[in-house]
């Protein structure tokens, strides 16, 4: 089903060649401002054709509200919005019809809906449909401001290169730089690798850190519903993000319980702990250190170069070349997505902690 | 909430120290025959106290079905199991209610239960949790062999030792080796690693490798409901489960779109991929090739080790040695729960196909 | 929340006086032909204006699919519509927003909503909001048609009359009469008591039969999926319905188990029941006979008989006059509503079917 | 599905003659007192044998806790709990394996579940499948009182005989009084009937009045999660249940407007209406009046008279007496069962409020 969420619940619709994408969000209570320029700040970071890196597909992406607001303020019904497909040309997509682009979702859409698959730009598979997710979570993240909460996401691996400083608390930063690397250096070598890539008619992964500050202690479930999980389950609806590790994560396999724990302190009345390696979670529940997670990109799937593939007409070997316009770096576009997604998983675990705490998290000045 | 699934649907209940630990599994049809020696075969891999590297708690663990079942048949009604707690000892847990132990999860239950946490023995963060896992997973496992459907976990890395070959296909492989590594050397290394680890009142962590053969193609949704994020949201259940990566998972990160594309070829009538980076899964859909991937999970957090705490009384600093009988190497006891897990997840992708197609997949010898 | 529904999921968004009504219909699989002349048929049923006993407010009430479709099929994403309002006036609601209307959801939503309620037209409490249950139900009485499902609806009593013929199968058949109570007689005297009211500045209630045949026997969940529990969970969507009753419904009360019980014959080899005061429902599950079922709709709130109410705003005792375009018998236009609904709720319930047994339903020529 | 509810979930599992019943309460905050005197106090009410005019099988329905408890407060996780089937026969149910009870659930069984059908004592279709929701309904009950709601269930009508006080505030009242229904000569009257429905091995239905006082304005939600609808759907898994009217219910179909409508004023502070047609609901949201709704309850199915059936395995007709211990007036023991329901249907709507309003609901003096 393309909903997700537990009481603040997105629902997904639409298609990159279909008239329109969108989105319904529902469970936020009535009351709450909605600031168009934050959102469409976010939306903005994600669009097509940012600069010289990214696809130059053409899409304005103006969200347009369909229903749930009254002047600026949602009035307890769903927001419904809309985002109008603009650019998009069918005939590229008569030759993948018969011949699945490797990597591409158009072999398990013959699987899984045969002569009905909406195959056009990859239908519902295509990363147009992250448009309502960086939406829905922008939502959330301005509403997270009200506890203070900030999250932070920007490229720490791609292209052979890693960064070092990790301290970066500002969530607009990594939009200074083209390539979302925040180091001068490493942006303008991995700037140049991309322009390599382009030549080569080849693409690159990425691995996007996210650390989110401020999350009061306690929240998440046992269990099903851990922060991990919830989290992971909503990132793994991003197209070609193919894995997530919080904290130390695939470090962990080579440690001793003596490097990985993570000691306790009091600083002031706070306590918290020396290291992080378990990415501000314990037990699936929030321990009030920054939240940190990091998800692996893979390469985009479009390439120039020729690949083998195979008829599914004449169940002959084939070849493809993908033509078009398409981002060579693609996990420099989901940057935004990663952020805000984070930002709606956090609020709906605020929203649904079980033990029924109250934050003055909508802002209403009474308490709830 | 305790409940996971979407049309078979598993709730767990009990902790480490009450009477109990157990689970409800609902959403299988009537006269699905439920081997009971091949559900212990999998809690007894589980069990503590197997070998000499595991904790020497002593658990029979064995499952009482207390609803759902007729002559060893389901009646459509919903599966409930118990096992007792037999070995438990309270009196452990009087220091670590006010001096959390690093690691585990004894600070988030203070911040999210306050006095009414269910502390002893980890309450129901326990790994024991995990026993109602192993049971419903099992089940499905069970299932899944009416299609042929067939899951292969193993240990891929611990202490420093990397397995190589990962031609694995028979179930029940891994068990033949004290750690779970399949290979003899690696198998020995590693086993005296852990003794060494016991002597210095240490612990491990380790990485899990799972491939699941002949799901059929087409299985998973779009979006939210995708075979990762199904897969995903579940694993981060366990206790000590810190990251996920399908395919070749987190090495997307540094390649080229060139290297990571799987291309394809007709092997007979049937497509396959000359790789499999993509772990057998594209756009959230089964593309026909092995589900793969890797799971890691944090060193045991109890360890005799001294440790910098805080005293949540006094707000002092404190120190604790977590004294009792622990593994030094719960990854090794994670292996059944890893595997039986990814059964649940399949048979409920299965179940929940939006295509809505039919497998013989309950045997009921009507093609339903 | 605003979503209903099991494996056929329907999330409806939008308000009176706002741009859109519209609604997310999720769960279809891919290749479901839908047919817009039949929608439109239904839609029609209950458009306002359709003759002198109904509102006069203008809207055509078309349908238009924002996602979805593929040239009249489903591509096995969520089905997305929406219908533009037109005829809209928000200075007649001035008054009410401090004045609430006996009756209305105006005072419940300023419990609920406090200043940030959208009280124009009853905001997403009005009748409109029934606009998309009725596109679905369409949608789903179409695709059971494909097993020989057929449901009727019609008005059995209203104004002191009440019908006493009830053998109607066909589902067009009510909808010959300018009351939807269908005997030419009783259409008569119901027509005129309406123009009555009419003139007397009142508003009438009235009780819906519901009748679906050849539903398959063994089709609802015991306890809390039941088909009575489904539908009455559906029904109560509907605003001004306030009661259901199955089979002999509140009759029972005053019987005996003799009376009561249906007794099972032959005919062929079709088992049926000599009466069916059960409704064709036993144990919450289909037993082959028709579904039937009845539901209460209060007269409509808004009148234009002077009467009490409270100002909100000085805490006074005040008065009001319901003026503009009202419904004086919405039971009238309930009628389609009631009967698509019904529609709905089947079709969720053979999907959802806990015994995974497979119909023809899709109607794909596969056995799906 | 066995789950019923939205943030207060109840699972419930077992059959009339397996070993156990049971239910599992998810979604309770830690630290809520459990008050075992006063669950037990309502389980009695529903027990088997309470006088001469129930059945005489003898069940002692004491529930025991298998998890979610730390002495008598509950710890966050899922509250277990199991009623041990004492006093059933399995022999009895040979004959109507083959020979379907009408009235029953005996041939919807069949037909949902074939031969794997759980059919003594009507398996997971019997009224012991109530003694769950008595539990579960008697703890939210008794957390509903820290806000001062109260809810009254009686016998309303029965056996001819109709009740015209319903002034009536407390829980306790019916039960002094053999029959539920609380007038001293219409409790002698119906007693009697019911002695003479015995002496003729036949049944009686009757219709349930439920009452409940303090509900705060505001609860419930527009549209699907109406009052309305969530209480119909749980009700409507009460076994025999077969329709419910809210406030004046089917009345409504023969008012006019300005006989229904509920007019307004102020009662001191407080907004009032003059009458309470509505039932306390408008719009699916509680106004502050008090909650009122009917519920009608078919004659017991199972009398001594001879019925006719038919054979399953033969096809031919059939005939049936049903021998055993049967209640001939199961309303009488299905009133705790919806008074208890109505406080699990409350609860969870208050926990669900999508305006997120707090209240001190649990009672632990943080304002949670």
Do not use: C
Request: glycine letters at 12%.
């Amino acid at each position: 089903m393309f909903t997700a969420g537990n009481r603040l619940k997105l629902t997904i619709f639409g298609s990159s060649h279909g008239p329109y994408i969108g989105g319904i969000l529902d469970g936020l209570p009535a009351g709450v401002n909605i600031d168009m320029d934050y959102i469409n700040k976010w939306l903005d970071r994600r669009r097509p054709g940012i600069n010289s890196i990214t696809t130059q597909r053409k899409e304005s992406d103006r969200i347009e509200f369909i229903s749930g607001l009254k002047e600026f303020y949602t009035d307890g019904s769903p927001l419904g919005f809309i985002f109008r497909n603009e650019d998009y040309i069918n005939k590229h997509y008569d030759y993948i019809r018969d011949n699945p682009r490797p990597g591409h979702a158009d072999i398990t859409m013959y699987y899984k809906y045969g002569e009905y698959r909406n195959y056009e730009g990859g239908g519902f598979f295509s990363g147009r449909m992250t448009l309502p997710l960086v939406a829905a979570g922008s939502i959330a993240m301005h509403i997270l401001k009200n506890i203070n909460i900030s999250i932070v996401s920007y490229i720490k691996s791609a292209g052979g290169f890693n960064i070092q400083n990790e301290n970066i608390s500002d969530e607009d930063y990594s939009y200074s730089f083209r390539t979302r690397m925040p180091d001068p250096d490493l942006d303008d070598k991995l700037y140049n690798k991309i322009l390599e890539i382009i030549k080569d008619g080849d693409s690159l992964g990425g691995i996007i850190k996210t650390i989110a500050y401020n999350i009061p202690p306690g929240i998440g479930e046992p269990f099903f519903d851990s922060v991990e999980g919830t989290i992971a389950h909503l990132m793994f609806s991003i197209p070609g993000l193919k894995g997530i590790e919080f904290g130390a994560g695939f470090k962990l396999g080579s440690m001793s319980g003596s490097q990985a724990n993570d000691t306790f302190y009091y600083d002031g009345d706070k306590i918290k702990t020396r290291t992080n390696n378990s990415g501000g979670i314990l037990g699936g529940i929030t321990n009030g250190m920054p939240l940190e997670f990091s998800v692996v990109m893979k390469p985009t799937s479009s390439i120039r170069k020729k690949q083998e593939t195979v008829n599914l007409k004449t169940h002959q070997p084939s070849e493809i070349q993908v033509i078009g316009r398409h981002d060579p770096f693609i996990t420099l576009r989901a940057v935004p997505v990663v952020q805000a997604l984070t930002g709606f998983a956090i609020l709906d675990l605020i929203m649904s902690d079980s033990s029924q705490k109250k934050w003055d998290i909508f802002n209403r000045g009474d308490g709830n």
